[in-house]
C-alpha cells in the first residue's frame, strides 16, 4: 500500500532544516578560504582577489542541486506578491482605473449597432440618435438618408441645399437609394428634379403623375443612376423615347419599368430598352395603345426572366405577344390583358401542346370579347394553378368555359365572370363542387342564375366577397343562405359539464356583398346577413327599392361628384363606419323590430344546406327525415397542403358598375321585363346529383317572403354587355413605389356609370 503523502506543513519544515545546513556549511568553507589567504604573498593579492571574486560569482552554478519538491524560495519570501512567481495582484491592484474603458453600448461592434438603428422608423429619432457622438453618427446617417421624405417643398429643398453642398460632413450623395416625388407630382419640373442628379446610386426612382417634367430633366438623372433596379414614370405624359434611350443606355440593371399612359414612347425605343435591359422583371405598359406586336415581343425575346406583364388597355395588342410571352417566359406569373380586344382563341391555341406553366397564377383577360370556351380549354390545360382568373364581359363563354375553370380545384380563389351572360346554376354548382377555397366571386349580371346558385355559393367556407350585381332573379332565400353559412351552432357544456346547450356565434368570413338592382330583396333578409356576418365591411344595394329610404340616408356613403341627379336618388352604399351604424340603427329602432321575429331557424338552414338535397325532397314528400344523409363538412377540409395564397391587396376587390342607372330589368311593381332565354344544354353533363335542389322558396322563405317563380323567357336575345366600361382604369393618384409594381382593380366599381 501506497504511503500517504506529507502534508504542507511537513515539507515546508524539511525544506527549512536542509537549507539552514547548506547555509552553515557554506559559512565554514568561506572562513577557511579567508585564513589560507593570509598566508600568500603581497605579490598575488590582486590576482588572488580576483579568482575570488570569479569564484563567489559562480558560486550559484556550483551550489548543490535542491530537493525536486523545494519550495523554499515560495515560503521564506515574506510577500507573496514578491515572489518568484511574478507579481499576484490583489484585491487594491484590481481596480479598475484605466480611462479608455468604455459601456457595454459603446463596445458594440457596428453591425449590432446598425441592425438596432434600422428598426426605428421615425426620421426624428434617427436624427437625436445621429446627434449623440460621432460613432453613432457614421452608423445612423446612412440609415436616415436611404429614403428622404420628399412630401413638402420645404424638406425638398433642404434636401436639395444638403445634396449640393461642396464639402459636406459625410458623402451624402451616396448614400441615397431611394427617390418619391409623388406626393409633390402637381408642381415637379425639370428644376425639381435636377439636383437630385447629383445621388449615383439610387436604386429606386418614383415619378408618378410628374407632368410638368420633360426628358431635360429626366436624362440627367438616370444617366448618374446605374444602379437603378425600379423606375415609375407613369403619367409623365411629356416624357418621349429619348429618356427611354437614356434609360436603355445607362440603367442595365433595370428590373422593374412602369410607363403607363405615356404616350409619346415609340415601338423602336422599347426595342432597344428590351434589348439593353434583360433583367426586366416587373413591366407596365396600361395605357399606351401607341405600342404594337413589336415592342411586347422584343421583351419576350430578351427578358426570359419577367414576373408581370400589364398590357391594360394595349389596344393594337395582338396573338403574337401572348403566345410569346407565355411559351419564352421561365416565370411568367402574371398576365394581364384587359381590355386588349384584338386577342382571341389564336393567342392561346397556338401554345405548345406539351408544354404546362406552373407559375402562370394570376390571368386578367377583361372585355377580351373575341376569346370563347375553346380558349378558356386550353388556358386551363396550360396554367393548372392558377389562383386568380379573370373573365369578365367576355360575353361569348359558356357553362363549357365553367366546367373547364372548375378543374382548377383548391388552386382557384379569385374568379370574376361578370357579364358572362350565358352562365346558369348548372355551372355555379360544379364551381362550387370542385373548387371549395374560392374567396372572391363575382357573378354579376348572369341574369339566368337563381337562388340555387347563391344557396351553393353559401357553402363556401372561405368566401369573403361576392358580387351579384343585376341578378334579378335571386330573392331573399338566397341572403338567408349567406347569413345561415356565416353563422354556426356548437354544443358548449356549461362549468358542470352536467349538460350541454347550444349557442349560436359568428365565425362569418364575408367582407364585401354587392347585391345592386337585386330588385326583390326586402328588409328582414338584409337585417339578417348583417347581424350574422360580423366582418362585413361593404354592402352596396343601389336600386334595391326597399333600401330607397330616407332615414337610411346617413349612413349611405357620398355618390361620385359626376352623378345625375337620378343616379344620386337611386344611389345606395354602405361601408366602413356605414355598415356599423346601418346593422345598429336597424337592431335598436322599433319600427324594424317586427322584422327580427319569426325569422327560419339558422341551424336548421345551415343543416340543410348540408344534407343531401335529394333527401330534402323527399322529406317534403312524406319520407322519414332520418335517411337523409349529410354530405362531407366542407369546413374540415385539409388546408396543409403546401399551396400558399398570392397577396392580391387592392387587386382583389370585387365590383361591379350598375350599368344603366336607374334600369329596371325585372317583375318589380307590375311592370314586366323580358330576361335573356337561357343558351342550349352544355355538352357535359353535371355527374353529381347532390348539388341538386328543390324549387327556390321552398323551405326557407320567411313569412314576409312571397314565394313566386321568375318571370318565364321570352325570345328575345341579349347583345353584347357594355355596362361598367373602365373596369380595370388606372388610379389617377399618386402611386407607391415601384417595387411590387402590380396593377389594381378598381374597389368600387358598382358606383361608376356605364
Given amino acids: 500500500m501506497r504511503p500517504p503523502a506529507p502534508s504542507l506543513d511537513v515539507i515546508a519544515a524539511r525544506n527549512s532544516s536542509a537549507t539552514a545546513a547548506a547555509t552553515a556549511t557554506a559559512t565554514a568553507a568561506t572562513t577557511a578560504a579567508a585564513a589560507a589567504s593570509s598566508d600568500t604573498s603581497a605579490t598575488n593579492n590582486n590576482t588572488e582577489d580576483a579568482r575570488e571574486r570569479d569564484s563567489r560569482s559562480s558560486s550559484s552554478t556550483n551550489s548543490p542541486v535542491p530537493a525536486d519538491n523545494e519550495e523554499s524560495d515560495f515560503f521564506h519570501v515574506a510577500n507573496d506578491s514578491q515572489s518568484s512567481l511574478g507579481v499576484v495582484p490583489n484585491l487594491q491592484d484590481m481596480q479598475v482605473t484605466d480611462p479608455d474603458c468604455l459601456p457595454t453600448v459603446a463596445a458594440l461592434p457596428s453591425e449590432i449597432l446598425i441592425s438596432i438603428f434600422s428598426r426605428i422608423t421615425a426620421p426624428g429619432e434617427l436624427l437625436n440618435c445621429m446627434l449623440t457622438c460621432k460613432r453613432w453618427a457614421r452608423n445612423v446617417v446612412e440609415i436616415l438618408w436611404h429614403r428622404p421624405s420628399c412630401t413638402s417643398w420645404t424638406k425638398h429643398s433642404a434636401i436639395c441645399a444638403t445634396l449640393g453642398l461642396e464639402t459636406p460632413y459625410f458623402t451624402y450623395t451616396d448614400f ?41 430633366g429626366l436624362i440627367p438623372l438616370v444617366r448618374s443612376s446605374h ?23 445607362n440603367c442595365r440593371r433595370l428590373q422593374g419599368l412602369n410607363v403607363s399612359n405615356c404616350k409619346q414612347i415609340s415601338n423602336e425605343s422599347m426595342a432597344q430598352l428590351a434589348q439593353s435591359c434583360k433583367f426586366i422583371k416587373r413591366l407596365k405598359l396600361n395605357d399606351c395603345d401607341q405600342l404594337n406586336d413589336s415592342a411586347v415581343v422584343a421583351f419576350a425575346d430578351n427578358c426570359p426572366n419577367i414576373l408581370e406583364i400589364d398590357l391594360h388597355q394595349c389596344s393594337n395588342i395582338g396573338n403574337e405577344p401572348v403566345t410569346a410571352l407565355l411559351s419564352k417566359g421561365r416565370s411568367l406569373r402574371e398576365l394581364r390583358l384587359a381590355n386588349c380586344d384584338l386577342i382571341d382563341d389564336g393567342a392561346f391555341l397556338s401554345l405548345p401542346s406539351n408544354k404546362v406553366y406552373e407559375h402562370l397564377r394570376i390571368l386578367d383577360l377583361t372585355s377580351c370579347t373575341r376569346l370563347t370556351d375553346r380558349a378558356v380549354e386550353k388556358i386551363i390545360d396550360a396554367a393548372p394553378r392558377l389562383r386568380n382568373l379573370v373573365l369578365a364581359k367576355c360575353s361569348n ?28 346554376d348548372d355551372a355555379v354548382k360544379r364551381l362550387v363542387q370542385c373548387c371549395n377555397r374560392i374567396r372572391y366571386i363575382d357573378l354579376g349580371c348572369c341574369t339566368h342564375l337563381t337562388d340555387e346558385s ?39 357544456r356549461n362549468a358542470s359539464a352536467s349538460n350541454s346547450r347550444r349557442h349560436e356565434f359568428h365565425t362569418g368570413s364575408l367582407e364585401r356583398v354587392h347585391l345592386s338592382y337585386c330588385t326583390n330583396l326586402t328588409l328582414p333578409s338584409i337585417i339578417r346577413l348583417l347581424n350574422c356576418c360580423p366582418k362585413l365591411t361593404h354592402l352596396s344595394l343601389t336600386g334595391v327599392p326597399a333600401f330607397l329610404r330616407d332615414d337610411l340616408e346617413s349612413f349611405c356613403r357620398e355618390a361620385p361628384p359626376d352623378f345625375t341627379e337620378h343616379q344620386r336618388a337611386v344611389f345606395c352604399v354602405f361601408s366602413g363606419q356605414g355598415v356599423s351604424g346601418l346593422r345598429q340603427y336597424l337592431n335598436t329602432q322599433p319600427d324594424f323590430a317586427e322584422y327580427h321575429l319569426h ?61 344603366n342607372l336607374g334600369a329596371n330589368n325585372n317583375q318589380v311593381n307590375g311592370v314586366n321585363s323580358a330576361i335573356p332565354p337561357p343558351p342550349p344544354p352544355p355538352p357535359h353533363p353535371n355527374p353529381n346529383p347532390l348539388f341538386r335542389t328543390g324549387s327556390p322558396g321552398s323551405s326557407y322563405a320567411p313569412p314576409t317572403q312571397d ?9 328575345s336575345t341579349a347583345g353584347p354587355s357594355i355596362a361598367g366600361q373602365g373596369l380595370f382604369t388606372a388610379r389617377n393618384g399618386a402611386g407607391p413605389s415601384t417595387a411590387s409594381m402590380q396593377g389594381q382593380i378598381e374597389e368600387d366599381e358598382d358606383v361608376q356609370r356605364s
Fill in 176 to 216: 441615397v437609394k431611394r427617390i418619391n416625388l409623388a406626393a409633390l407630382a402637381d408642381r415637379v419640373n425639370d428644376g425639381s428634379v435636377i439636383p437630385l442628379s447629383v445621388c449615383t446610386r439610387v436604386e429606386r426612382l418614383t415619378l408618378t403623375n410628374c407632368q410638368g417634367l420633360t426628358d431635360l
Fill in 227 to 249: 444602379h437603378l433596379l425600379a423606375l415609375d414614370i407613369s403619367g409623365d405624359i411629356n416624357i418621349t423615347e429619348s429618356s427611354i434611350i437614356a434609360i436603355a443606355e
Fill in 397 to 424: 363563354i359558356t357553362d363549357t368555359a365553367v366546367y373547364s375553370i372548375s378543374r382548377l380545384g383548391k388552386n382557384l380563389h379569385y374568379v370574376h365572370l361578370g357579364h358572362c351572360r350565358h352562365i346558369t
Fill in 454 to 492: 347563391v344557396i351553393q355559393l353559401a357553402r363556401l367556407p372561405k368566401l369573403k366577397r361576392i358580387g351579384l350585381v343585376k341578378c334579378s332573379s335571386i330573392t331573399d332565400e338566397s341572403m338567408y343562405a349567406l347569413a345561415g353559412a356565416n353563422r354556426h351552432a356548437q354544443n358548449r
Fill in 599 to 659: 325569422q327560419p331557424t339558422l341551424f336548421a338552414l345551415r343543416r340543410a344546406l348540408q344534407t343531401n338535397p335529394d333527401a330534402a325532397q323527399g322529406q317534403g314528400q312524406g319520407v322519414n327525415p332520418a335517411i337523409a344523409t349529410e354530405i362531407v363538412d366542407i369546413d374540415a377540409l385539409d388546408e396543409m397542403d403546401g399551396v400558399e395564397d398570392d397577396d392580391m391587396g387592392d387587386g382583389s376587390e370585387i365590383a361591379l358598375d350598375p350599368g
Fill in 707 to 715: 314565394n313566386h317563380a321568375a318571370e318565364a323567357p321570352t325570345s
